[in-house]
């Protein structure tokens, strides 16, 4: 079983930063990709973007490409997603979710997080 707890939310305004952490617990984090998911009120949850274990392999939704940077520790079964340049719009709360593959399909990831809010007031 793997656990993964997210943290890192707040609230923030438009143009700040924030840096989110999801820590994996269990035996299959090593060899696993891990993902950044959002879902805003009223709205589907939608792909961030995505990291192979190697790192080697980074993807990005278009709406946060160039904002935002996947990146993850090993040695500290942590992925991070640094957010910058933040606006209103992505304002969500953003789960990390564990899976065999960096993809943008949520049903293809085994393990959710409980999710952290990011909140972006104009």
């Known amino acids: 079983q793997v656990q993964l707890v997210e943290s890192g939310g707040g609230l923030v305004q438009a143009g700040g930063s924030l840096r989110l952490s999801c820590a994996a617990s269990?035996?299959?984090?090593?060899?696993?990709?891990l993902g950044w998911f959002r879902q805003a009120p009223g709205k589907e949850r939608e792909f961030v973007s995505a990291?192979?274990?190697?790192?080697?392999?980074?993807y990005y939704a278009d709406s946060v490409k160039g904002r935002f940077t996947i990146s993850r520790d090993n040695t500290k079964n942590t992925v991070y997603l640094q957010m910058n340049s933040l606006k209103p719009e992505d304002t969500a709360v953003y789960y990390c979710?564990?899976?065999?593959?960096?993809?943008?399909?949520?049903?293809?990831?085994?393990?959710w997080g409980q999710g952290t809010r990011v909140t972006v007031s104009s």
């Open positions: 979710a564990l899976g065999a593959l960096p993809v943008r399909v949520g049903s293809a990831y085994d393990y």
């Open positions: 269990g035996r299959t984090y090593s060899s696993n990709a």
């Open positions: 990291i192979s274990w190697s790192s080697s392999r980074t």
